[in-house]
């Protein structure tokens, strides 16, 4: 199957990760990787592994950054504009997260916001604190 989605439009591309409950944001080539990494997840799960009650998903850093960016996104409707920390915990991940909240003329002036996020082991959003917010060349966190 990999090789049908390299001829695919972006739109296409929406479309099988909608179907895969994937999310849809980003660029065709994020699109694209994060239907091969869910085409590569479903080839090494075999159907008798189903998991017991009370297993977490664990979410390598990668994957995790993933499930930030997108489920920080599709909750507030903020661009995550960059991941500036990241560390497992016993139920998931934590992270701070730069996030456009305004734009503006000079983009120097934008108003950006740092978040403290986590998520648990399955990569659902657990909780979100704003640390600082001001215009970007200013802003300074700790």
Known sequence: MSDDLDGLTKDELQDRARER??????TKDEI???LRDAEDTEHQTSSDQQPRE????KLSARGAIEALRDSFSDVTGMKVEAVTGLSPDESGWKA??????????PPSSDVVAVYDVAIDGSGELVSFDQAARGRRDSLSST
């Open 21 to 26: 409950d994937l999310s849809v944001s980003g």
């Open 32 to 34: 694209l990787a994060r």
């Open 54 to 57: 009370g297993d977490q998903l």
């Open 96 to 105: 701070r997260l730069q996030v456009l909240e305004m734009q503006r003329i």
